[in-house]
């Protein structure tokens, strides 16, 4: 069995009430899409993640519609860590507007805001489980 001090336990619970990557919404690199633009496509080499600040995004693997992310998700943050070409493509699903957060932003947000980092491992394992349930 773990043991977890109290100051974790209190900041962690603080963490699960307050909107996950609301910090991103005030990004000053801000951009607007139409509804049906391609953001990204599949295979193509990424050097920045997105938040989601109005709108919804379609997220699909080879044409299929696998998911929708709306206000307050992130995407495109795979490309960051692995350095390896996109896995899906992203398209506007509504007229939206997206936080990009380059390489360089993305590591100082992991290193100055350790929340901003377990909160994004929360969202990947949850799409991989979303996935590979079980």
Known sequence: MCNIEPPILVEAAAAMTMP?????????DQLSFAKGAVIFNE?????CMYFVI?????????????TRLESGEVFGEMA?????????????????RLAAINEQRFLRLVVQVP????????????RLRRVHPG
């Open 80 to 96: 960051l860590i692995d350095h390896a070409p996109r896995s899906a493509t992203a398209v506007a699903a509504t007229d939206c």
């Open 115 to 126: 929340m901003f980092a377990l909160n994004l491992m929360q969202v990947i394992t949850h």
């Open 43 to 47: 295979g193509e080499p990424g050097d």
């Open 20 to 28: 996950k990557f609301d910090i991103l919404r005030h990004e000053p």
């Open 54 to 66: 109005e709108g919804a995004v379609s997220v699909q693997i080879g044409g299929a519609d696998i």
